[in-house]
Nanobody
Framework: QVLLVESGGGSVQAGGSLTLSCTSSGYTGSTFSTDYMGWFRQAAGKEREGVASIDEAGTTIYADSVKGRFTISKDNAKNTLYLRMNSLKPEDTAMYYC?????????????????????WGQGTQVTVSS
């Protein structure tokens, strides 16, 4: 059972930056370094949406709404996933979740789809004020 724990959320003003972290544990049979990982967010009253994903090779995919502002990365030695968020906007306000595929291959077209991921963290809240 893979366990994911997010941290780093908080309240910032528009234009500010935050870095979210997601530490993982419990990998057996597969490894954090080879797993597909993603960041998702869910604003109040809205569906959970994919924000960014990263694969074993470090290939990244971003939602159009965050391209050029957010950066996903991972530190395999620390089993930790990151999301650096710059130029934050009020519309970025949401609960942010990290997700792991759990060793399953995900076609690139589905890497921002929530149903492609098996394991989820509890989320960390990001609030951006204008």
């Amino acid at each position: 059972q893979v366990l994911l724990v997010e941290s780093g959320g908080g309240s910032v003003q528009a234009g500010g930056s935050l870095t979210l972290s997601c530490t993982s544990s419990g990998y057996t049979g597969s490894t954090f370094s080879t797993d597909y990982m993603g960041w998702f967010r869910q604003a109040a009253g809205k569906e959970r949406e994919g924000v960014a994903s990263i694969d074993e090779a470090g290939t990244t995919i971003y939602a159009d709404s965050v391209k050029g502002r957010f950066t996903i990365s991972k530190d395999n030695a620390k089993n930790t996933l990151y999301l650096r968020m710059n130029s934050l906007k009020p519309e970025d306000t949401a609960m942010y979740y990290c997700a792991a595929a759990g060793g399953t291959y995900i076609f690139s077209i589905r890497r921002l789809s929530r149903d492609a991921y098996k394991y989820w963290g509890q989320g960390t809240q990001v609030t951006v004020s204008s």
